[in-house]
């Protein structure tokens, strides 16, 4: 059942955490030119989390994929068949 569900969504929620990263960054480089420095320092931590939330995301994913991969590959050789 976790193969089918591999298979079928690429988890787009993930993906869009790049698009709102880059507009808080914007955002933060908005405020910076402002004059708002707090504002921007933490529009940029937020930017930061969010690009780290996305990779550990990713990473995740992908060694899931790989492990159900391996399991595959050892069933089916170990099986006999």
Request: charged letters at 10%; a positive charge; hydrophobic letters at 50%.
């Amino acid at each position: 059942m976790l193969d089918v569900y591999m298979e079928r969504f690429e988890h787009p929620y993930l993906l869009a955490l790049v698009p709102i990263a880059g507009v808080l960054l914007g955002l933060g480089v908005v405020a910076e030119t402002a004059g708002y420095n707090t504002v921007s320092g933490f529009l940029g931590l937020y930017t930061m989390v969010l690009l780290i939330i996305c990779l550990i995301g990713y990473i995740g994913l992908f060694s899931l994929k790989y492990s159900t991969q391996v399991l595959r590959r050892w069933r089916i050789r170990n099986s006999g068949v």
